[in-house]
């Protein structure tokens, strides 16, 4: 939990922004060498992979050890349509990034809470440290998001003391330098590697410029809502007080800043009255997919490098394009019918093509052999390669 927010219904006004054939053209040349990355919560703990449920998945209210009508009670007012699961299982993540691979996303920006075990802070950096395994594995792009909300936190648990701030901001950032940056999945602008910080809680303004001095790493770096004086430009985020008003006054600001991160999410539903962690943050219609949709086509006929879908799986404010019992995969299917440019001259997926992850992930989960998993694995690197027509096949029911 970490927003700003109140209450929006959009119009169908908002949807009619991008309507017509006169954008097609130019949308469908920027997607193609558009990057569309979807924002990653790896805070997910479930029984029996972990020892536990994790908060995010109770916030100290709900209890997944109770059922009603084969639903577990999870904080959400939606269900996902494998369940709730670990961010730490493998084959979790593997059918995550099919499905995005899929729908024409091309990789994550991973929410980080650091190297220090406070909290579940290092439970997140495990999981993490997994996605971009995975990524490496499966050709998919990754980004650090750095919550440096942390510092703070760190700081009033005495962790770390009020004048090393910038020491612990810069230090962090040197060990993604040393190991993640390094990564050929890691994204970067030119030669220099992506990096996101969210919120305005944790460093001022001054302490990240000390801190991007500080470091060895040469960052591009990007601060959210508005461009802080060390960072290149800045990246968009939901705010369900005033989402039509604040999402075009970040497209009128980014025009003065070398790089801009546009955002498209489809609603916002937070689930924190009920689990009386605060007052509700507010509502943003989902609009029958409508919002998403116009602000998909917004982004992709923007000159943004970089688009982001906020959130992929943020079950809690219900911001998710994850597939659920609710909405199916209809989140993705509009991804997919944006995205058709970046697919290229191949076989392009289908809507269909949609669920095979969910039947890989199926027979991951029953098979009793390494040998069948090995099998599944090649299969796997099929759906990367694009050999749609032979995965058919193999996952056919």
Known sequence: MRRAAGLCLLTVAFALLLDGSAHADETDQAAKSQL????YMPWYQAKPFSKRWGWHWTMNHFDPAKQIDGKREIASKYYPLIGPYDSADL???EYHLLL???AGIDGVIVDWYGLTDHRDYAALNHSTTQMLKQCERLNMKFVICYEDQTIPALVEAKRIRETDRVIHAAKEISWLNKYWFKSGAYV????????LSFGQTGLTDEEWSQCLKQTDAKVAYISQHYRRRAADGAFDWPVPSDALTKWDQFYRDSKLWPHAIPVAFPRFVDIYA???VSSSYGRFSDDGGVSFRSMLNRAAASNAAIVQIATWNDWGEGTQIEPCQEFGY????IVQEVRKPQFGNGVSPTPEDLQLPI????RRRR???DEHQKTLDRIARMITAGNLPAVRTRLAN
């Open 188 to 195: 970067k602008l030119g030669v220099r590697p992506l990096l």
């Open 91 to 93: 084959h979790v993540l």
């Open 100 to 102: 995005m691979k899929l």
């Open 359 to 362: 039947r890989l992930l199926r």
């Open 367 to 369: 098979a009793t052999s």
């Open 274 to 276: 009920e689990a009386n």
């Open 330 to 333: 209809r989140d993705l299917e």
């Open 36 to 39: 569309l990355l979807a924002h």
